[in-house]
């Protein structure tokens, strides 16, 4: 899960398994798989590397689960 803050200034959880889209308009819209949108305060950027270290995450625990 990812940390993601809506415009309000409320932070919540999301799955980044289910992004299929994530656009600036100017604001950060998030496309779900099941079609759910949801409008965000950070940039694409931001969000692209917490989905990046939220996989080497998944990663190493996976990595240490094999040994």
Do not use: H, W
């Amino acid at each position: 899960m990812i940390y993601v803050t809506r415009l309000n200034g409320k932070i919540f959880a999301l799955n980044p398994d289910l992004i299929e889209m994530m656009e600036e308009t100017p604001d950060t819209v998030i496309t779900l798989t099941g079609g759910n949108k949801y409008v965000v305060s950070e940039p694409i950027e931001v969000l692209i590397e917490r989905v990046a270290e939220f996989r080497r995450r998944c990663g190493q625990i996976y990595k240490v689960e094999e040994e």
